[in-house]
């Protein structure tokens, strides 16, 4: 498997255990291996988050905002679930389908597919169809004051936009208008 592949899958892991279990070890290496990317200033931004604390702090408050893709728009939870289980995910016990961190650790599973083609039509359509609520997530989390957070979501949606434009160009999909 391609190591490029490994390192998508393993960012879409390290939020989902942010978003999940409030740990930001992988967090904090992701971002100083990124510092030299074209997401440096993203990971900087969070690194400097990190270092004032100020991350660590605010996710002792993130249960003040919603992580469920339901309360920002219409979810047939159900349907979720049946698509989870139909790729080969199942969900683990007391753990929503709408959750942000489920949906990036199937996003992240979705990265690791043997079959390249079949593993970006997926990534593709769940990028596409699912995850256009985080922009909301995104705006709850700034009128809470929790910047720290934002940015990190912020430092997430740019990576899904890129990675969905990859995904598209790989598929020759069209940007719709």
Same mark, same amino acid.
């Given at each position: 498997?391609?190591?490029?592949?490994?390192?998508? +899958?393993?960012?879409?892991?390290? %939020?989902?255990? &942010? @978003?999940?279990?409030?740990? /930001? /070890? !992988?967090?904090?290496?992701?971002?100083?291996?990124?510092?030299?990317?074209? /997401?440096?200033?993203?990971?900087?931004?969070?690194?400097?988050?990190?270092?004032?604390?100020? &991350?660590? +702090?605010? &996710?002792? %408050?993130?249960?003040?905002?919603?992580?469920?893709?339901?309360? !920002?728009?219409?979810?047939?939870?159900?349907?979720?679930?049946?698509? !989870?289980?139909?790729?080969? !995910?199942?969900?683990?016990?007391?753990?929503?389908?709408?959750?942000?961190?489920?949906?990036?650790? %199937?996003?992240?599973?979705?990265?690791?597919?043997?079959?390249?083609?079949? +593993? /970006?039509?997926?990534?593709?359509? @769940?990028?596409?169809?699912?995850?256009?609520?985080?922009?909301?997530?995104? #705006?709850?989390?700034?009128?809470?004051? &929790?910047?720290?957070?934002? #940015?990190?979501?912020? %430092?997430?949606?740019?990576?899904?936009?890129?990675?969905?434009? @990859?995904?598209?160009?790989?598929?020759?999909?069209?940007?719709?208008?």
């Amino acid at each position: 498997m391609e190591e490029g592949i490994k390192g998508i +899958a393993f960012f879409y892991n390290t %939020f989902s255990e &942010l @978003f999940l279990t409030k740990d /930001y /070890y !992988y967090l904090n290496q992701l971002c100083e291996n990124m510092t030299t990317s074209d /997401y440096s200033e993203h990971a900087l931004r969070i690194l400097e988050h990190i270092n004032s604390r100020r &991350l660590p +702090a605010e &996710l002792d %408050f993130i249960d003040e905002v919603s992580l469920l893709e339901r309360d !920002y728009r219409e979810v047939d939870k159900n349907q979720l679930i049946m698509s !989870y289980e139909h790729l080969g !995910y199942r969900l683990e016990e007391g753990y929503e389908p709408d959750h942000i961190g489920i949906e990036l650790k %199937f996003l992240a599973l979705l990265c690791v597919e043997e079959d390249i083609t079949k +593993a /970006y039509i997926n990534q593709y359509r @769940f990028i596409h169809n699912r995850l256009s609520w985080l922009r909301h997530l995104e #705006d709850a989390l700034k009128g809470k004051g &929790l910047m720290a957070l934002k #940015d990190c979501l912020s %430092f997430l949606t740019s990576f899904l936009r890129d990675h969905k434009a @990859f995904l598209m160009k790989q598929l020759r999909i069209e940007p719709s208008h």
